[in-house]
């Protein structure tokens, strides 16, 4: 005892015992290392450094221990049937489901503001007034160029009713200028019979030559009157003949009185083209003021919704250089209903139909499960993305939801069916996102099990083919594994 007690007392049984201590506890450490990471390395160094303390153990018993821990400890699930029901998820955005942009139809300055940005507002309420004294001042220009147009319609419409009285005048006339030319011509026929009387007579001895030439004057006289009666009447036919209307491109008449009315209307034409033209400037000069009253009340700007004044694009006081589009002054959206607008991909949108359901949760709101119908498909597919478009309409009266807001959606596509159903982690994907495979244990080692896969969901996988109800299926450790590996299954069923 003293002889021990000198040499641990010694410089040399210090360094002795502190070795032995760092050598005890490296070991220990290794062990437990190798026995959580499953290692063959790191057990082959635990077997050899454990070797000193197996006193008496057989070589066998050690390369037994080796063997064993040579197996890895995987977590394993057992497949069976779970309820699945199809959907299809996306995110996306909340979208207003109207807006109207609201422009001044007339320029100058914005004389009153009624709303500001971010004020709800109903159909019809006023939003803002521009200033109105230029167009008022215009208007009376307008209105006093109006009345003196309509004076002059009123002079155009007098001298056109004159006109047509005096082609009844004239009508009148011609008819008494006919009348006149028959009577002379009865009267020459007369005196002519009259005057072969006396002119036989006359030769014959029984009237003297005053006799004679009184008879041969009473007829120069008839002839005369008559010629005159001839050039008065073809004076008077001017314009009120059958060759008139027919040269002027109208059927003759039947009636008297549509004839009258056709020589009327045929001999009033300059007349009636001046009265025209007055009533064309009179219409031009009324349109003109009739559209100055008509900006006068879109002085006033109102809500053509009900809404939110999502935007003020312009202030009170401020100077609009031109009406239109290059004038916007507010944005009203309606929010009491939004869509939930979101893309997915072209060959999941076959099964999507306009009136599904469609729950989607957006990430301002924790644990907030909201919801909507699909009210638009579009017909279109994004040719980049290979993505169609959904917009799903949501009843939004708490007014929660903003447009712009990201959302996650979920939209179910049948009903729940038994399917197997692996987590995504389990599962190694081949590129075309439809196989895949697994590990899957049998008689203490992992074998690869080739899959066809379905639908994605929550982070799990619908398995269509490659699996049993009842197989074990390996979880963790994928990339440390191949197949024929001896394996140590550890359940990690629920």
């Known amino acids: 005892m003293a002889f021990i007690r000198k040499v641990l007392s010694s410089k040399i049984g210090k360094i002795l015992l502190i070795s032995f201590g760092v050598y005890i506890v490296v070991s220990f450490l290794i062990s437990r290392i190798s026995k959580r990471s499953g290692s063959r390395s790191l057990k082959k160094v635990s077997s050899i450094l454990s070797k000193p303390f197996s006193f008496g153990s057989s070589e066998s018993d050690i390369d037994g221990s080796e063997i064993q821990t040579d197996a890895l400890s995987v977590s394993v699930i057992t497949v069976s049937q779970k309820p699945f029901t199809p959907s299809v998820n996306a995110s996306g955005v909340v979208d207003y489901m109207e807006k109207v942009d609201v422009f001044s139809k007339i320029a100058g300055r914005i004389e009153k503001m009624y709303v500001k940005e971010g004020e709800e507002v109903s159909l019809g309420q006023k939003l803002f007034k521009m200033e109105t004294m230029p167009l008022e001042l215009e208007l009376m220009k307008q209105e006093a160029t109006m009345e003196s147009s309509k004076a002059q319609v009123k002079l155009a419409k007098e001298k056109y009713e004159k006109a047509k009285g005096a082609v009844i005048a004239r009508i009148h006339e011609y008819e008494k200028a006919k009348t006149i030319l028959e009577k002379n011509r009865q009267d020459l026929e007369k005196s002519k019979v009259t005057f072969q009387g006396i002119e036989e007579i006359y030769k014959a001895g029984g009237f003297s030559r005053e006799e004679f030439e009184n008879a041969k004057l009473n007829l120069n006289g008839k002839e005369s009157a008559y010629q005159i009666a001839e050039r008065d009447l073809e004076i008077k036919r001017i314009g009120l003949t059958d060759e008139d209307i027919i040269r002027n491109g109208l059927a003759v008449p039947d009636t008297k009185e549509e004839r009258t009315k056709t020589l009327q209307e045929i001999n009033t034409l300059m007349e009636k083209a001046e009265l025209e033209v007055a009533e064309g400037v009179y219409k031009a000069h009324a349109a003109q003021a009739k559209s100055t009253n008509l900006l006068l009340k879109e002085s006033i700007a109102y809500s053509p919704i009900n809404g939110v004044v999502a935007k003020q694009f312009k202030t009170e006081g401020e100077l609009l250089a031109s009406s239109g589009s290059g004038q916007h002054v507010l944005s009203v959206i309606n929010v009491r209903y939004v869509y939930a607008t979101f893309n997915v991909p072209e060959s999941e949108s076959v099964q999507l139909k306009r009136g599904m359901k469609v729950d989607f949760s957006a990430d301002v709101y924790k644990k907030v499960l909201f919801s909507g119908k699909v009210q638009l498909i579009s017909p279109l597919i994004d040719q980049k993305s290979h993505t169609v478009e959904i917009k799903a309409i949501v009843d939004n009266g708490d007014k929660r939801l903003k447009p712009g807001m990201f959302i996650r959606a979920n ?57 049993q109800t009842g197989d074990l299926v390996v979880t963790d450790r994928l990339s440390q594994l191949r197949s024929g590996i001896s394996v140590n299954p550890i359940s990690s069923d629920r």
Do not use: H, M
């Not at 692996?422 to 075309?432: A, Y």
């Open 411 to 467: 939209v179910s596509t049948g009903t729940a069916e038994p399917s197997i159903v692996l987590p995504n982690t389990s599962v190694l994907f081949n590129e075309d996102g439809i196989t895949g495979s697994v590990f899957v244990v049998r008689d203490g080692k992992a074998y690869k099990a080739e899959l066809k896969l379905g639908q994605q969901k929550d982070g799990n996988v619908v398995v269509q083919e490659g699996l």
